[in-house]
């Protein structure tokens, strides 16, 4: 089994719906992190968490929100979608020992 | 903020070949990525190398952090390297891995 898998894997909404986007993790890792890759750019940051208490916005945390639930889980939620949200979606963690990240498969999040 | 510079932005090369792939960083680093993204959209992790040199199989890495690059070596390329290679710091101070734009390889049979 993957060490850090997201669901849904795909989604398609309307403007002005309510996502979340979930990801687990099974790698025992402290920290995580949701990133946002737009089409031919690399990924930009958008919230990270570096404990269960501990939540720290990105460089584009605007309209997104997270929920840290366990040490394993960090949601990410969209309250209001909108077109310009449209972007495949990257959680990852990382260990307090270690700098290394590691990515999950991506979302790819569609806005109509 | 730290600046990564990748080049060349993108590559052909025929089934066979080997090619470089370097990526530059304005800053110290306390970790430097290499990530192969396919053509499904999935990233993989290739190499974490913020010094020294790593080796697996065909692809090695080389970071000389004091003159603040790296490079990634590909060897006899095979169409499955298809894909985008990013390159990725955290630099002291940040808590976010920085990006390069990537370079997008095609390798044609």
């Known amino acids: 089994d993957a060490d850090v898998t997201q669901t849904p894997r795909n989604r398609i909404t309307k403007t002005g719906k309510r996502i979340m986007l979930e990801c687990s993790q099974t790698?025992?890792?402290?920290?995580m992190y949701w990133y946002r890759q737009d089409p031919g750019l690399g990924l930009r940051l958008i919230y990270y968490?570096?404990?269960?208490?501990?939540?720290n916005k990105g460089e584009i945390s605007d309209g997104y929100s997270v929920s840290r639930q366990a040490q394993a889980k960090f949601s990410l939620s969209l309250e209001s979608a909108i077109p310009n949200q449209t972007a495949l979606y990257f959680c990852?963690?990382?260990?307090?020992?270690?700098?290394?990240?590691?990515f999950g498969p991506g979302t790819r999040l569609t806005v109509t | 903020g730290i600046q990564v510079e990748q080049s060349p932005p993108d590559l052909i090369l025929q089934e066979g070949a080997n090619s470089t792939l370097r990526c530059n960083f304005s800053?110290?680093?306390?970790?430097l990525q290499w990530f192969h993204q396919n053509p499904w959209g999935q990233l993989i992790n290739l190499f974490y190398?913020?010094?020294g040199t790593k080796q697996n199989g065909r692809l090695s890495a080389t970071t000389v952090a004091t003159e603040r690059y790296s490079l990634l070596y590909i060897s006899s390329s095979q169409t499955t390297d298809s894909g985008v290679y990013f390159c990725?710091?955290?630099?002291?101070?940040?808590?976010?891995?920085?990006f390069g734009a990537g370079t997008r390889l095609a390798v044609h049979p």
């Open positions: 990725a710091v955290l630099s002291g101070g940040y808590n976010k891995l920085i």
């Open positions: 190398i913020p010094s």
């Open positions: 800053d110290s680093v306390n970790n």
């Open positions: 990852a963690t990382s260990d307090w020992s270690s700098y290394e990240q590691y």
């Open positions: 968490s570096f404990d269960v208490k501990d939540i």
């Open positions: 790698k025992g890792h402290d920290r």
